[in-house]
């Protein structure tokens, strides 16, 4: 087991390595001069070259390169323009709040996904499966800041239940949190549920056919115990490595569900930040988030082969 | 479904005929019976008609101000009503719908090319593959709506840089599927009896292998379609992809969210408009991959 941890682990150093420097990369691609973007158009020729000092894009991007890598390896990621605090700091802030949402979306996208998964793999080419597939087919078709705008129409323009935006921290009031929560968070969910419905939906049919389920329904199980025991925990393997991308879903997601709610998460945060050209922040933003998704993605690979011993024994 | 039936019938029809059919017909001719298939060509062609004969069936100009028209809703003179600026919705969404063929396009075409090049490369040539592939799942590790404001935020906002940014961000995708496919048909006893024929690396590739490596990227392609649409309308709608006035749905959908309780419609249109693409070129993409790919079809 802990060798298939240590594999993972390993397996990431690379990746982030090539992350890194494709972000590093990405911002020295800006046309012109970053500085005197970043400046402004009033700005004055002292004004420019301060900045261009101040991110060190003076220096030859070799150094530069060097200058990256070690403020990576101290945990400094720079400063934010817009914020004027370390990129770093900015993130704790931010990303906590992208967390908690995304959770609730997560937790939105398994109960309903997995439930009308197996529900249609059950009930197969009956209403229920043809409704279930008719709404994960809606799910992953509908924009989902357009569900989020329909829903505000509806929910907070003409009836008024809830706020059109905002956002107030759990630890504040969780009530306050579920009102302002809810509707980026179903948003959020929909193309994921789709997704998980349409995935559950195939390996679960797969999984009833085989030979084992048949066993068990011939040696007399109740259909309960065939479905929940041998069917579906034979399904979720396969479907757990599915879970990265989810929630990688969800963070690309986030970025405009945040910014049409009004919520001050990461999404919203890079949103902004690349409108007013905060770069170092863009930069950091990227780096960080996706480092994040590559740790998750290793995460799911360790649980599917500790769930899955023929994986592991490979 | 009956449709299983009938294609196997069809299939043992094709085995047993006088002529046996050429397998594009005989898969078009599935295709053809596949219901969702149908359903989603006739939703995608609604947009993409619409799409190319914008300059016909639109006769105001989609960015013309007309105060005196503004808020009007759906009815009898603009049958999609008229924005806060009095301008047509109808022009608006239509030349919209243009701008995200366009886009859907290009990106489609870019992948084609680069992504099967890519992937190709990785497949066929097993030393270049390591490192290929190395520098694919890194770019891959990114969120895709991420990399792709990334990428605007340093080229500027504006359509080609949308279609430039979608594209480096879905080549290593498709890239990585080419590849795959390419790994399975290179070990067939075809390939071996070319290589055996003494044919270069190239002809090997490119006439041999290629052509039967294409079901999945065909299947990828048409899914890839609707990413690049809905992506392009969350960058435009986001204020990161064509600068306004220009009419796309993400535009227009930014622009209406201030008047969502007196003009819902601006908002709503191009809304459905957009849901109708993505979930036509899905319908297209599942189909297609009933037919073309039955490995990975959604069990009937």
Known sequence: MLRVIARGLLSAIPVLFLVSLITFGLMRFIPGDPSAAIAGLAATAQQIEAIRKDLGLDQPILTQLLRWYAGLLRGDLGRSILMGKSVLEVTFERLPITLALSAYALAITLVFGLLSGILAALRQNTWVDQAAMMFSMLGISVPNFFLGLLMIILFSVHLGWLPTGGYIPFTQDPWGWLRTSTMPAISLALLQMGLLARITRSTMLEVLRQDYVRTARAKGLPERTVVMKHALANALIPITTVVGIIVSLLVSGAVVTETLFSIPGMGQLLTSAVLNRDYPMVQGALLLVTAFLVMINILVDICYALLDPRVRYE | MSSSVETALLDAEDARGPRRQHPARAALRRLLRHKLFLSGLVLFGIILIAGLAAPWITTADPTRLSLRNKFLPPGENFVFGTDNLGRSLWSRVVWGAQLSVIIGVSVVALNAVFGTLFGAIAGYFRRLDNAMMRVNDALMAFPAILLAIGITAVLGPSTVNVILALAIVYI???????????????????????????????????????????????????????????????????GLGAVPPTPTWGNIMAEGRQYMREAPWIITIPGVALMITVM?????????????????????
């Open chain 2, 172 to 238: 290593p995708r498709t890239a990585r599927i080419v590849r795959a496919s390419v790994l399975v048909v290179r070990e067939m006893e075809y390939v071996q009896a070319a290589v055996a024929a003494g044919a270069g690396h190239w002809r090997i590739l490119f006439r041999h292998i290629l052509p039967n490596a294409m079901a999945p990227l065909i299947v990828q392609l048409s899914f890839l379609f609707a990413y690049a649409v809905l992506s392009e309308a969350t960058l435009s709608f986001l």
């Open chain 2, 280 to 300: 036509g070129l899905n319908l297209l993409g599942d189909g297609l991959r009933d037919v073309l790919d039955p490995r990975l079809r959604i069990q009937q």
